[in-house]
């Protein structure tokens, strides 16, 4: 059995929690919090919650612990710290600061011998594995990555800093159109405006000034004023009603040519449908945690992506089974 | 520069040369086929075309041999024997003897310090490791593969045996409704018949019965009996000019639940649509060819497969660049 710790307990840590159950060579062995242990209340029954700062008590109970904090603050620290004392993985999603990061899990992982992999999840994560894979057998061709239909935290969040608004649901939606014209080897050159719509759900303050509040979203720099954007103002209860879900999802694409001349068209898809994006994100963590724990097994030490992960650590299955029934 | 052997110069081979010329680390060193050289013209220039009995001569010359025999009676000879002098990849494609195919291989490079890489392209191949990241995410789901719409090979060459038939071209078509339904979670149980129909354009001997040959192609145990089969008769000029291509392509799809009771649903879809079936699979076994190079450089050997290899050795980039430019 592989025994998995979980460091942070929000979404991600219990969609880990629910991972780690679906898994049969996998037990969960505690859940580490920064909040007062007596007022988290885990799932699983007959698991302790522990503080964080109690967690190098548990070096020799856990095999893998599984980061579930934020990227903007949290792993950049937390990940080579723990990194220190256990195989680690987290979700870190801030691309640009990856390099940064990998180096600082890296130095970490190879001082103590243990194996941190990062980045893990959709987008990075499944994701960037299809844009790898598909860049190397189509070395002639463009890439596209659309995402939604899905909640964007990033983007809700900076709606209801605009004064009037009491809370909002933003959705980060693909253009059909610019999806078919790739899906058709067009390959057209997309604006930011051109790949994606936004849509809003917004619960007003009381007296608030709709008109003003719809401007001020859609005039947003960075968030809004690039894409075509529609507010829809609902009442609390709507929102709790028809938008309490997190899903999302996406699609990478590469198009590309063969041929001695390049006369044939080739197009690579892939795509995400998901009810819930931390169970999902939280899943892909689970398998990338079997992958820890063997590459830990064998010796190896220091930071490591996807892109240095053999497929076949990530399954609980055998390579004779896997062979036999996958290949 | 990664010196690569072709061993076969058929469809495959010929696509092989084309995806070399497309990787800037890769260059063409020899052909190598069972035909007299002298008849055998190929695309390169400069580059030799040579007897395959002449291939030992070569082995301080080429660092990957890819074998571009086909998987019924070529491969599970020429790849362990090969094997023994060369780095060597092939696209053996008969699912049920990939065990025994494995086991031959990996012996013969074993003692030779080689490496082996065995069923590359896209099923098996990309198929198959879409399979398996998609199980090792989602442990609860369904698998479900469609392939088309396509020619497939040994359905035409079936439907060239019948009497009365001159030529013939045979497309795999997915059901659209059955993979709408795999979309939209129904987590159908289809039977063959549901997930694919057979269209066959046949070009009749003079003479022949035309009502004969529809009703022996539709009837023909396991290549169409299972299957809602259409034949069109069409001429000779008509094959020639509308289906002459080797299109394609398909579906893998992997439908999932998570969260603590499985109250989330997800959709994982990997497709490929391909002008030209043979070059795909030729591009897909260039980038492995660099896999094996490498892992030959590391010491590697031994017989692998598309799970036991790490998505970076895929890539011309090195680690740094891939984690700044596609994580």
Known sequence: MIRIGILGYGNLGRGVEC???QNDDMELAAVFTRRDPADVKILTEGVPVCRIEDAEQWQDRIDVMILCGGSATDLPEQTPKFAEMFNVIDSFDTHARIPEHYANVDAAAKKSGKVGIISVGWDPGMFSLNRLYANAILPDGKDYTFWGKGVSQGHSDAIRRVEGVRDAKQYTIPVESALEAVRNGENPDLTTRQKHTRECFVVLEEGADAAKVEEEIKTMPNYFSDYDTTVHFISEDELK???????????????????????????????????????????????????????????????????????????????????????
């Open 241 to 327: 009603r028809d938008h309490s879900g997190i899903p999302h999802g996406g699609f990478v694409l590469r198009s590309g040519r063969t041929g001695w001349d390049g006369e044939n068209s080739h197009l690579i898809e892939y795509s995400l449908k998901l009810d819930s994006n931390p169970e999902f994100t939280s899943s892909v963590l689970a398998a990338y945690a079997r992958a820890a724990y063997r590459l830990s097994q064998e010796g190896v030490s220091g930071c490591r992506t996807v892109f240095d992960i053999a497929p076949a650590y990530l399954s609980a299955k055998s390579g004779e089974e896997l062979r036999k029934t996958m290949l």
């Open 19 to 21: 991972a780690v159950r």
